[in-house]
């Protein structure tokens, strides 16, 4: 059974300071490990994903993930919010790419103060 | 970049009747495609996947009468809410599967609200 814990619901941070969106998982197999970004009222925009090969993962808007295995951990980090940062963040884990196959997080609201 | 999109993005519509929602791979093929449901502020639901040419595969809880899912070609998939209620109302969001590259791809989902 796989599953996938994001330890915080909501995270505020002042534009301009990092970010920290913690996700940790549970697999038996080796896994493939997402996260996606959802902005009010719109569809899930993939960010990155690890797929067993370099474990620190760039993603897209200045994001990136570091898949530690011994911690079974897959924070997602940014430097310097932007307001435009504002957002649900979803952590998922798959042990393929199929749709059927994925457990979603229970999402991280990240806001972001001026 | 492949696009997935959905329509309507919005409906309303009353007790009783029932709402079609469109989900189509825009320059892609996707022989799967998955209907999610999202409640508010809650994560992401999968109710079923829907298979090109053969039935949708529903998740336990999810009544099949109620959410009909058609896959009638390899770019369009249809979620059917037959006899809405008011607990119907909610984000759908459909995702679609590359057949070439097998790579996963989300639409920008459709808000039911049945009043």
Known sequence: AQSVTQLDSHVSVSEGTPVLLRCNYSSSYSPSLFWY?????????????????????????????????SETSFHLTKP??????AAEYFCVVSYNNAGNMLTFGGGTRLMVKP | ????????????????????IECRSLDFQATTMFWYRQFP?????????SNEGSKATYEQGVEKDKFLINHA??????????????????????????????????????RLTVL
């Open chain 2, 1 to 20: 970049g492949a696009v997935v999109s959905q329509h309507p993005s919005w409906v309303i519509c009353k007790s009783g009747t029932s709402v079609k």
């Open chain 1, 37 to 69: 970004v959802q902005h009010p009222n719109k569809g899930l925009q993939l960010l990155l994903k690890y797929t067993s090969a370099a474990t620190l993962v760039k993603g897209i808007n200045g994001f990136e993930a570091e898949f530690k295995k």
């Open chain 2, 73 to 110: 070609s390899l770019t369009l998939s249809t979620l059917t809410v037959t006899s809405a209620h008011p607990e119907d109302s909610s984000f759908y969001i459909c995702s679609a599967r590359d057949r070439d590259t097998g790579e996963l791809f989300f639409g920008e989902g459709s």
């Open chain 1, 80 to 85: 310097s919010a932007h307001m435009s940062d």
């Open chain 2, 41 to 49: 502020k809650q994560s992401l639901m999968l109710m079923a996947t």
